[in-house]
Structure formats: C-alpha cells, structure tokens
C-alpha cells in the first residue's frame, strides 16, 4: 500500500513536470501583455462608460444655451351650459356641445441665463473628471498585468529550481538504504534521507501548485494563455530602472500628470463652479420669446369663430426673496467645495507618503538583492565542491542533496527578492499614466531582460 501510494504521488509529480514542458516557443512579451488587459479588462470598461456618460454632460450643458423650440396643443369635447336668469320667464338655459381645439409653437432663446453659462465650466470639468479616473483605471489594469506576468514567471522559475534537486535527493534515498541494507549505514540516516526525499517533493508539488495558480491568475486578468511564457524567463535585476537622481524629477512628473491627482483637482473646480452656480440664483435672466398660437372654442356665443396669435417678446424673471434658500444653497456649496479641496491636499499628502516609502523600499531591496546573490553564488559554489567529493566517493548524495536544496532555497530568495522590488516599482510607477517614459522604460527593460 505504502509502495502504491508512493507510485501514485511519484507520477502526479512527473506529470506536473511535463505540463510545465508542454509550452510552446512562442513568445509573450510584457507589452503585448498589457494591451491585452486594456482591452479585456472588465473594470476598464466600466470605467470607460463612466467616462463617455460625463462627456455627454457638456452636451446637455449646451442644450440649455442653444434655442428651445416646442409645440404643444390640446384636442377635447366642450359641452357648455349657459343659464340666463330673466325677470318674466325666470332662468333660462341652454346646452351646447362642440370641438374646442388649440395649438401653440414657442421658441425660447435664453438671452441673459448666468446659471447656464456657468453650467458650462462645470461640465467641462466633469468631462475631465472623467477622463481622469478612466486613465486611473488604465494605470490599474497595467499594474495588474504587470504583476500577474512577473509572479507566473517567478512561480515557473521556482518549479523549474526545486525540480533539480527532486532527483538528488530521490538518488540520496535510495544510496542510503543500500548502504543500509549493506550494514554501511544506520537505520536512522535512512529514515532521514527518505524524510528528505519527502520534503523535497512536498517543496517542488507546492511550488507547482502555486504556478498553476499563478497561471489561472494570469489567464483571467489578461483573457491570455500562459503558454506562450514558456521561453521567457523571469527578469534579473542589473540596473534601477528608476535612476536614484530623478527622485525628484520623478515626483515633480507625478504633481503634474497623475490621473488620481489629477482628477481630485478637477472635483475641486467642479464644487468651485457649483458654488458660484448657487450665487447664481440671485441673478435676473432674460430670454426671447416668440410664439405662434391657434385655437378653435366653439361655445355658444364664439360659435364658427377661429383665433390666431403670434407674440414676440422678451421674458425676464429677477428673484426678489426666495426665503432664505439661496444663501443656504451657498453655505452648502462652500463647505462642499472645502472639502474638495482638503480632499485634493490629503490626496497630494497620502501620495507624497507612499512615494517616499516606494521609494525607500526600493533602496533597500537593492541591497538586500545583493547579498541574496551573494548567498547564492556561495551555495552554488558548496554545491560543486561537494559534487566533485561525491564524484570522487568522499561524500554521499545525502549530502549533495542538501547542497541542492540549499542552492534552490537561496535562489528562491534572489527571486523573491526582486519581485518585491519590481513591485515596489510598481507602487511609484502606479501615480503615473502609462504613456509616461518611466512607464515605457519599465516595461521594455522587463521585456529585454526576460527574453
């Protein structure tokens, strides 16, 4: 039963193995990668309609400046009786039914309307609003597909490392329990090698089982296949792509051109107009008028009569007291509009805290990069002092296995390690559009060092 169970388990892991061999050789670069989310990504999209449902603002801010035309009219049944109170026969009533009709054409030309003016300033800035949070969303998907391209590689280079030392410590298991059986070893040095051996699968089945879930991930971010990664490796960091002396230049490009930022400032001006909207009401307005009216009322002393009118004019409305609703319409508005504006400074401020500590932890991953290398580059050199002692019968697979494993363990630490800075990358990066060049250069130096 233990055999059988050791059978099952031994070949899940081989066909884990070859589903990892089975990509193609195409490649995916992280660009395409990214133009792919823009397109498919479900949020973009909602953001995108929030967006073209603002623009139409403006066109219905213009609308209420442009001339207003209407025609209206009226079809009934008049039945009409009228009494006449007389001094010998006393009243006297008669009955009358017929059409009484009207039609009326009007057009309005607003002449004087400061409200409406300033509506469109308002919608300017909703449009821009929009704008902004659709390009906020833009920089998320990016983010997004950027992170889940750079985790599936590191989930295929980490399967790919604890893989190699599967075999040794398989071959270490196996020695000891020969020398075991040979009366070479003891009892517990074999049990330790099969623990080993044990842990060393019980490693490389959840390194597998992370990359398949780092592949799932990637598929429904992107709507791609994974398969296509397969000859890209996962990127090694040689320079800071966010060069230490443009920090400043760097924050000073965000101040100016994040989306987030950029939208907060447009909520202020939007609160801004509606404040000076509110004072509006007190303001005349003066609009042309002309209309066109016919009617027909045939009652019993108009009987056969039509009408006709056409009048041209102005119309004026100057609010004289309206109980005090404007004056609180503009306390509203105010403190409406201040809190715009602390949320905008509280924006800029929370920024301002993240960048700096992007910033930081980006230095310090640097270094903590280096000597991740630097215990590596030793393990690799342990690693083949102690194959040439196997090679040479000074030293057993037991510990050649150990040394793989210590090879794969540190390695596994240089990659976590970078993905923490390219992430910390991201976080600077994700203040800014994506057509920025320190976005463009990001994402072509990933692309170069992958390939």
Known sequence: MQRKWMYSKSLTLALGAMALMSFNAQSQSLKEVVQATKEFDPELRSSDKNRQAAQE?????????????NLQGSRQQLTQTTTQDTLLLGPQSKTFTGPS?????????????????????????????GENKYLSEVTDAAVRATTAWLELL?????????QVFLHSSEEA???????????????????????QHENAKAIYAESFQGFLAKQQAFTLITKLSPEPLKSRQFPTLKLDHLKMENRDKIWQLIVETSPDLMAAKM?????????????AD???????????????????????YRYQNTQVGVQYNIPIFSGGGVNAAQRQ????????????????????????????????LIERIKAAESLRDSAIEQRKATERAVFHGLKTWAEKSNSEMNVARRSVDV?????????????????????????????????????
């Open 101 to 129: 009709v009207s039609d009326q054409l009007v057009i309005r030309q607003g002449l004087i309307r400061p409200k409406d003016v300033m509506g469109l300033d308002l919608a300017r800035a909703q449009t821009q609003h």
């Open 333 to 364: 508005a105010l403190s409406i509009y201040e809190a715009a504006s602390a949320d905008r400074e509280s924006m800029q401020q929370r920024m301002e805290i993240e960048f700096v500590n992007a910033w930081a932890t980006q230095v310090g």
């Open 267 to 279: 909520m202020e001006k939007v609160q801004s107009v509606r404040l000076r909207q509110a004072g």
């Open 154 to 162: 590191a989930a295929q280079k980490q399967v790919e490392l604890n």
């Open 173 to 195: 298991a196996k020695q000891e329990k020969s020398r075991f059986t040979r009366g070479d070893s003891t009892k517990d040095a074999m049990i330790e090698a099969q623990a």
């Open 415 to 451: 990659i976590n390690a970078q993905l923490s800075y390219y992430k910390s990358q991201l976080r600077v990066l994700r203040m800014l559009p994506t057509d920025e060049l320190p976005w463009q250069i990001f994402l072509t130096e990933l692309d170069a060092k992958s390939s």
């Open 282 to 304: 007190h303001l005349p307005t003066l609009d042309f008028v002309a209309s066109l009216n016919k009617a027909q009322n045939d009652a019993t002393a108009t009987q056969g």
């Open 57 to 69: 603002n403006l066109n219905l801010a213009k609308s209420r400046l442009l001339p207003q035309v």
